[in-house]
């Protein structure tokens, strides 16, 4: 529990505890900031930062955008860095992606695609893609049958626990000096003429004012009924794009697998992770409360009919031991469909009385510390002393030693599957 005392008044107050909170945190209390603070409304990582598919990657699949090729390429730098920085909980991962026999993207396509990604990678490739052998893919996916399948690439991307990486990034930032307080909500936000006052709630019932010259708020998925419920105007639109993930028990896997929908030609995924393997993702708009997503009966009989016809032995919904759902949060691009919206980020920026209130659009867990510094270096530019950041520096962050307390296991984490 991280439950520092609350402020009445700092430099900077983050709103939210995801990866860009905990990270913006990070980036500014390595750049010798210690009047700074964090408040989140539940637990830490308990958003979106904990629902991903646990890739720290470049995205292969947003190569499909030459508009995004400059993301990819700053993702697989950030990737690498991401290893070095905490190699105890990001490392190297090894994916296959199959060419179906019938449908799917063509081989050819899929080879230029890998080829594009390891030249984008550049010196911080892990390894080279190659075609698999059939015995392979029978050692390392023994639950698939091969008979859908022209052939098999590998290609290298890593993987982490999304929870213990919020974790270590949020004791790295108090490390240096900054402080968090969870079971805090954000309720209401005004600009006065020294920046910006937040209202916040304990989980006593409590409520305090707290001043800030700058105030960045990460709330995600919350974001921007945050600021409409304070009568502050967004700067941007935004949708949020609803992905689910299965927890079932270790399918073998030794490698994780890409699979595409015949039906609607949708990426998804088997993954090792854990001891358990997942199965996910599916995009859909999500126009609701995000306070209350779940993943739903037509979500979970879409993933194991499409995974189902490319395995040897089906998946049954009382395999499933847990499922869990997340929100992409992405500012819209008008002309895009959901897919196709960038999860390339924007940053709405809102002038207080002296100090500014910043809200992050979009993002990856994999770029959040370019985010993060973006962030950093807007606010101590304005503040007229500028310091660089220090997160790319390993003496700046916790190691495991310093973690703040045992980590939730896997269905301890997610909703249990009756
Ligand atoms: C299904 C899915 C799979 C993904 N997979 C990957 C992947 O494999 N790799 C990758 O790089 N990226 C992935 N992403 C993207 C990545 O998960 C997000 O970009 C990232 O987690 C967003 O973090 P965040 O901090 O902006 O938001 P969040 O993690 O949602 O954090 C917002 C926080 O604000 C808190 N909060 C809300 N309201 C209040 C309030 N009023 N007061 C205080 N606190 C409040 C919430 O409790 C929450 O903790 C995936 C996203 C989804 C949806």
């Known amino acids: 529990m991280y439950s ?6 700092v430099r900077a107050l983050v709103l939210g505890g995801g990866i860009h909170g905990v990270g913006v945190l990070h980036d500014l209390s390595s750049r010798g900031w210690r009047d700074i603070h964090l408040i989140e409304k539940s637990a830490l990582g308990s958003g979106t930062s904990s629902k991903t598919t646990k890739l720290i990657h470049g995205g292969l699949r947003y190569l499909r955008r030459v508009h995004d090729f400059s993301l990819v390429n700053e993702a697989l730098y950030e990737r690498r860095t991401l290893m070095d920085l905490a190699s105890d909980i990001v490392h190297p ?3 296959y992606m199959p060419i179906l026999k019938s449908g799917g993207v063509p081989g050819f396509v899929l080879k230029s695609g890998l080829l594009l990604y390891d030249f984008l990678a550049g010196k911080q490739k892990i390894k080279t893609h190659r075609t698999v052998s059939l015995n392979d893919v029978m050692t390392n996916v023994p639950i698939v049958d091969p008979s859908s399948f022209r052939s098999f690439f590998s290609f290298w991307d890593a993987q982490t626990d999304d929870l213990a990486l919020v974790r270590r990034v949020a004791d790295s930032s108090i490390k240096l000096g900054a402080s968090i307080t969870e079971s805090c909500e954000a309720k209401s936000i005004w600009p006065c003429d020294d920046g910006w ?3 916040v709630k304990t989980q006593s019932g409590s409520t305090f004012k707290i001043s800030a010259l700058y105030v960045i708020n990460c709330l995600g998925p919350w ?5 409409e419920d304070s009568h502050v105007a967004p700067t941007h639109k935004a949708i949020n794009n609803k992905g689910v993930h299965l927890v079932v028990g270790d399918l073998g896997l030794k490698v994780g697998l890409f699979l595409q929908s015949p039906k609607d030609d949708r990426i998804f995924f088997l993954l090792p992770w854990q001891g358990k393997s997942l199965i996910g993702t599916t995009e859909d708009l999500f126009e609701g409360n995000p306070d209350q997503i779940s993943v739903s009966d037509k979500e979970i009989g879409y993933l194991l009919e499409n995974c189902n016809q490319y395995l040897k032995n089906p998946i049954k919904e009382k395999d499933i031991q847990a499922t869990f759902a997340g929100l ?3 500012a819209i691009e008008k002309g895009h469909g959901l897919s196709s919206t960038s999860r390339a980020y924007t940053i709405g920026e809102k002038m207080g009385g002296r100090g500014f209130l910043l809200t992050i659009y979009g993002g990856k867990m994999t770029t959040y510390r370019v985010l993060s510094k973006m962030i ?10 500028f310091r660089p950041s220090n997160t790319h520096q390993k003496k700046y962050w916790a190691t495991s030693e310093g973690s703040s307390a045992e980590l939730p296991s896997v269905l301890e984490r997610y909703q249990v599957h009756p």
């Open 93 to 95: 991962f090894e994916l």
């Open 197 to 199: 006052i937040v209202e």
């Open 376 to 385: 950093g270096d807007r606010i101590t530019t304005h503040f007229g002393e």
């Open 4 to 9: 520092h005392p609350l402020p009445v008044r």
């Open 328 to 330: 992409r949060w992405l």
């Open 223 to 227: 974001a921007n009924r945050f600021l």
